[in-house]
């Protein structure tokens, strides 16, 4: 195992910016997200001198707090040491809290707009405005309207302070509500305000894809079907459903994992180079990538798509156990497929994904196999017998990645091996940002590169609508393929690769 030694980096270019002030407005701010990811995040942009000194945060929730109390529950949340205390309070001193009753009332818009304009007063100028809709998406049909109706996301005349609403996961259940979420949205909001987030692609892996692609001569000559063989992506999760069962009896794991976080991730690895790394250029491209995606065929769905569901093993409950889960429930815990794109640069390679709840360990990672050498001088040894090189991406638990080449090993004796060259984001010095973190920041800027288009979700959809619609359809088809809690999930899931003679590259493979 060979390990990148000496200084990481030598910089070439840095754009990190600091936003100019605003207010940031966090509906749901009582709840899990943003007590977990949220205002953690926005700490840590604090701590880093990302969080102008104008910023303002307004939490809303129905939970009856003061801006006192909630402070307080924030301090207790953070539980941030001692010697940063002073610079917390302060934190702390920027955030107020606005009750809202409910969320389709007018009482609570009015007095969130009065705490808004007092923002504006002190600022002496109206400030950019960002609205984060932390809250489940059936609530986004009541609070778009009502932020509309207050007049506040209305932007000022002759002032370039925006307004703008963020939009976590799902963006629809289905086509059909995806179609019409996006018909609310566009009523009140042009598609410049609108910021659907992944988080996944805040992280610093996912990121990087682009810029070993694009700024490495190294790599994006052989970034095609005439030097890689296949490319994996796997995001697997030791837990459960945990507290989520309600959510995810409805959902399923397809619609939870593939049709947003798997495909962007599929799209950073296959878009071909945009003219710009700037928001529209890099998102048509990922567009273009989507629509070159073979359709399945639903006919033969089980020899391209793998859907199972996790039973009892190692101590732990199956998925039917779960508190909340139907004890007939026929929800897939585990997805696994083969993808083609149908494009010049893809010709011919094969796309795995899987990803699944109740797996052997936490981890999400994209890996990229080239292929063999045409011929080896090292005899016995043929071209097949040598191992091919392997790019790692890893995105979780730690983020970085690994390239796996032949060398000879020390010693007078030719004796060849893996070598695998490692990179670890946290080694390389500095505590990185988290993955809300940089995005709450690109939020504050204005960037939308690393958040989602409307056409890119509607396109998703098209492509795993007729997987959904034939699971419901044809039983048949949808079979569940059982596995125990605590395993790597179904051998169906090896046959998958099996038929076209490869196997799951593990991370400890």
């Known amino acids: 195992m060979g390990v990148l030694s000496g200084n990481y980096w030598q910089d070439t270019l840095c754009t990190e910016q600091n936003p100019e002030p605003g207010v940031l407005v966090i509906f749901g701010a009582s709840g899990d997200l943003a007590r977990r990811k949220l205002f953690p995040a926005l700490w840590a942009l604090c701590r880093r001198g990302l969080l102008c000194a104008g910023a303002r945060i307004i939490g809303c929730a129905r939970h009856e707090y003061t801006t006192g109390s909630f402070r307080a529950e924030l301090a207790t949340a953070l539980n941030v040491p001692a010697a940063e205390q002073e610079a917390f309070s302060g934190f702390l001193n920027r955030i ?26 002190q600022a002496g100028a109206p400030l950019p405005r960002t609205f984060y809709l932390a809250t489940p998406s059936a609530l986004y049909r009541e609070i778009v309207p009502q932020l509309a109706a207050a007049r506040l996301l209305a932007a000022v005349p002759g002032s370039a302070a925006w307004r703008h609403v963020v939009f976590e996961k799902p963006f ?42 694009f700024a490495n001569l190294l790599f994006e000559p052989v970034w095609n079907f005439h030097y890689i063989d296949q490319v994996q992506i796997t995001v697997a999760e030791e837990l459960g459903v945990e507290s989520r069962a309600g959510y995810y009896e409805q959902a399923g794991l397809l619609r939870d994992m593939f049709q947003n976080h798997m495909l962007e991730m599929l799209s950073m690895v296959a878009m071909e180079c945009p003219a710009a790394f700037s928001a529209d250029a890099v998102r048509d491209e990922k567009l273009k990538l989507l629509r070159s995606i073979r359709p399945f065929d639903c006919d033969r769905l ?9 039973t009892a093993g190692n101590g732990m409950a199956g998925y039917r156990q779960e508190p909340g889960v139907a004890p007939d429930s026929t929800t897939e815990t585990f997805v696994a497929l083969r993808l083609w794109i149908d494009n010049w640069r893809w010709h011919g390679v094969p796309f795995y994904l899987r990803s699944g709840k109740r797996l052997t360990r936490r981890e999400s990672e994209i890996v990229v196999v080239f292929k063999p050498v045409p011929h080896s001088i090292f005899a016995p040894l043929r071209a097949r017998d040598l191992q091919p090189d392997v790019l790692r991406l890893r995105v979780q638990p730690e ?10 090993k020390p010693g007078p004796k030719l004796c060849m091996g893996a070598l695998t060259l490692n990179y670890n984001y946290r080694e390389a010095g500095g505590e990185p940002l988290s993955a809300y973190a940089r995005l709450l920041l690109d939020c504050q800027l204005g960037d939308q590169t690393l958040f989602i288009r409307s056409d890119i979700i509607a396109a998703a959809w098209r492509l795993f609508q007729p997987v959904l619609d034939t699971w419901r359809d044809r039983p048949e088809l949808s079979s569940l393929q059982e596995y125990p809690a605590g395993s790597r999930g179904p051998a169906a899931a090896d046959r998958l690769l099996a038929e076209t003679h490869h196997a799951w590259l593990d991370g400890d493979s």
């Open 96 to 121: 107020e809290y606005c009750r809202l009753p409910t969320y389709d009332g007018e009482a609570g818009y009015r007095e969130l707009g009065a705490a808004l304009d007092a923002c504006d007063r």
């Open 172 to 213: 629809g259940y289905d086509t059909a509500s995806a179609e019409e979420l996006d018909a609310l949205l566009h009523r009140y909001l042009s598609e410049d305000q609108i910021y659907r987030i992944d988080h996944y692609l805040g992280k610093d892996t996912v990121q990087n894809i682009l810029l070993l692609r």
């Open 302 to 310: 089980g020899h391209e798509v793998v859907r199972g569901q996790y």
């Open 399 to 408: 983020e970085g990645m690994g390239l796996t080449l032949q060398a000879k």
